[in-house]
């Protein structure tokens, strides 16, 4: 997903969900905000480098994709935007090594995802906007993983999209024509959806090239709200998927709205497969003409929404909006800053979601330990997570 998303829908998730303007704007900045935080904005800022939750192309291009440099890049993109979907998932015939990656592989509705929001349950804002980064992106990433691998995550010619036949039905329901993708790399071009031309990472035939991470062979294509596709992927046993990104970003939005009413009313009961349909019911027509609407950003539409929902001016997502407040804060106050609580919290997502992958038997993302058995080991930037929580947690 993109800003469109992560940041206006979020905020009108929020908002519908009982949040106060400001906190919303919290929330939605958080979620946002997990799409920037790099290391080389750590770097500027002094903070954490393991708070990293994305990594920039400049940094991709730089890292390496040996052992080390592979747990690192899965450890964030894993954690963050390609939330595995079944860490035990077995096919018979099929070697370790390929099993790893392929329980890496995201979809929604994971054990996975209950963590992410129960680790959210304290309330805090930027907590709240990571978790819903994380539930966003298991919609629109459904199918990819976060760690580079041919075999998983790439494309080919067979790669269509779903357009609305014109003017036709059968019983109630559209029917779609057929059009085939044409993927290309060109950065300096934008995505043509009239003409269903998208770009593309550059090809590689390495099984780690970074070019095969995520989804850089399918481009920016699963972040558009409007766009229905369906391909073939290696690892599908050559079977077709289909993707219908309109009904589920509308799965996503009533999820988070779920989420949020969990975790504002401090309850912690959240269940993964519930989706509160009651409180989007009245403006769902306009929901989902949003997110039907074939644009490359829904942002000025959900910003229009947001607003007459509130009756409050959505401010422009401003990357650097904390930055000042955070570097001159003294050091012992820097936790209890915006930016030292957002850290605070992407960390204790990125040490659950290692430790997990790592409890289930791969190396993918790196080692871990239990502070509880082993005491603080390791990365040194997370023994902030044992001072600020005051409990023990696991650790990358």
């Not at 039905?169 to 300096?188: N, P, V």
């Not at 481009?219 to 229905?228: A, E, I, T």
């Not at 401010?315 to 012992?332: L, S």
Request: proline share 3%.
């Amino acid at each position: 997903m993109q800003e469109d998303f992560h940041y206006y829908a979020t905020y009108c998730a929020a908002f519908l969900a009982g949040y106060s303007h400001e906190v919303s704007l919290a929330i939605a900045y958080s979620d946002q905000f997990t799409d920037c935080c790099t290391r080389t904005f750590l770097e500027a800022v002094h903070g954490p480098a393991s708070a990293a939750t994305t990594q920039l192309s400049s940094e991709l291009a730089e890292a390496k994709t040996d052992i080390l440099g592979m747990q690192d890049i899965t450890r964030i993109w894993a954690s963050f935007h390609f939330l595995p979907y079944d860490l035990y998932a077995n096919l018979k015939g099929r070697t370790k090594a390929y099993m790893r990656k392929y329980r890496l592989i995201c979809a929604p509705n994971s054990d996975l995802a209950e963590e992410t929001v129960r680790l959210a349950e304290n309330g805090n804002p930027q907590a709240v906007g990571v978790a819903m980064h994380v539930i966003a992106d298991t919609w629109a990433h459904r199918y990819f993983a976060g760690t580079p691998s041919l075999v998983i995550n790439n494309t080919d010619h067979h790669f269509y999209e779903l357009l609305p036949a014109d003017g036709a039905s059968s019983g109630g329901d559209l029917k779609y024509r057929e059009q085939q993708i044409i993927f290309r790399h060109s950065t300096s071009k934008p995505d043509d959806p009239e003409k269903c031309v998208y770009t593309q990472s550059i090809s590689r035939s390495t099984e780690n090239s970074i070019m095969n991470l995520g989804h850089g062979r399918a481009g920016h294509l699963p972040d558009y709200s409007f766009v229905r596709y369906k391909y073939l992927p290696a690892w599908g046993d050559y079977e077709e998927i289909v993707k219908d990104n309109p009904s589920d970003y509308y799965h996503a939005f009533t999820q988070m709205l779920y989420a949020l009413k969990t975790l504002r009313s401090g309850a912690s009961h959240f269940e993964k497969d519930r989706y509160d349909t009651e409180t989007a019911a009245p403006w769902e027509s306009r929901i989902r003409s949003i997110l039907e609407k074939r644009q490359l950003s829904a942002s000025k539409d959900w910003k229009s929404f947001g607003e007459e929902l509130s009756g409050c001016e959505i401010e422009a997502f401003d990357r650097n909006k904390y930055q000042a407040e955070y570097m001159n804060a003294p050091e012992e106050q820097k936790a209890d800053t915006f930016l030292g609580k957002y850290f605070l919290a992407a960390m204790a997502q990125k040490s659950m979601v290692t430790n997990r992958i790592y409890k289930s038997g791969s190396m993918l993302a790196g080692y871990s330990v239990e502070y509880q058995d082993s005491g603080f080991r390791g990365i040194r930037d997370y023994s902030m997570l044992l001072n600020y929580f005051g409990k023990e947690r696991g650790d990358e």
